[in-house]
Nanobody, 125 residues
Framework: QVRLVESGGGLVQAGGSLRLSCAAS????????MGWFRQAPGKEREVVGA????????YYADPVKGRFTISRDNAKNTVYLQMNNLIPEDTAVYYC??????????????????WGQGTQVTVSS
């Protein structure tokens, strides 16, 4: 059974940093593209970023570009999202997702096969 578990969320002041982790089990982790998405109250789920199987290719949405960094450790079956210079607009539930069906990194939620339960990130001003 595939399982993705996010951790590392919390409450932080604007300008602060958080590091999210997503631990995967039940899949061949190094054969999956991994994505991070977020959903704020009353808004649609949106892509934050994604990383290819090897980690050589990454994608970042414009609102987080230059502030967030995605990385993965295939030996630990874990993907990370380092979030720096957080702003209140980053407040959302952050989700980890896995995609096995595409060679090219995907940026829409429907492309991903498996999802974690989410972790709350709240940024105060």
């Amino acid at each position: 059974q595939v399982r993705l578990v996010e951790s590392g969320g919390g409450l932080v002041q604007a300008g602060g940093s958080l590091r999210l982790s997503c631990a995967a089990s039940g899949l061949t982790f190094n054969r999956y593209t991994m994505g991070w998405f977020r959903q704020a109250p009353g808004k649609e789920r949106e892509v934050v970023g994604a990383i290819s199987w090897s980690g050589d290719t990454t994608y970042y949405a414009d609102p987080v570009k230059g502030r967030f960094t995605i990385s993965r450790d295939n030996a630990k079956n874990t993907v990370y999202l380092q979030m720096n210079n957080l702003i209140p607009e980053d407040t959302a539930v952050y989700y980890c997702a896995a995609d096995s069906a595409h060679w090219i990194v995907q940026i829409i939620p429907g492309a991903y096969d498996y999802w974690g339960q989410g972790t709350q990130v709240t940024v105060s001003s």
